[in-house]
């Protein structure tokens, strides 16, 4: 079990950016696949960006194509997600999640992860 914790949320206006990091405590994310998900009022939790368990594979959903990059280190526990040109209907619930994972596949379906952290809460004004 990873015990997962997101930073790095909160208030941006349209066209700005946040940088969301995910810390791993005890252990680093070697072997471990990671996604992003998130969450608005209303709406079911939607995958984001992953990162395979091998770290040779990102994967991102059409939304956020182009302006979201996941990024992974392992030196630090660490995975962050680079939010830019924010819209408002990115504003959410963010999600890190965690599962071992050693074929090297990048997981987009949020009851393939085992582990979540509490989740941080990104708004995006207009």
């Known amino acids: 079990q990873v015990q997962l914790v997101e930073s790095g949320g909160g208030l941006v206006q349209a066209g700005g950016s946040l940088r969301l990091s995910c810390a791993a405590s005890?252990?680093?994310?070697?072997?471990?696949?990671v996604g992003w998900f998130r969450q608005a009022p209303g709406k079911e939790r939607e995958f984001v960006a992953g990162?395979?368990?091998?770290?040779?594979?990102?994967q991102y959903a059409d939304s956020v194509k182009g302006r979201f990059t996941m990024s992974i280190d392992n030196a630090k526990n660490t995975v962050s997600l680079q939010m830019n040109s924010l819209k408002p209907e990115d504003a959410a619930v963010y999600y890190c999640?965690?599962?071992?994972?050693?074929?090297?596949?990048?997981?987009?379906?949020?009851?393939?992860?085992?582990?979540w952290g509490q989740g941080t809460q990104v708004t995006v004004s207009s």
């Open positions: 990162i395979s368990g091998r770290g040779d594979r990102i």
């Open positions: 005890g252990r680093t994310f070697s072997n471990y696949a």
């Open positions: 999640a965690a599962r071992l994972e050693l074929l090297g596949f990048v997981l987009t379906t949020d009851s393939e992860y085992l582990d």
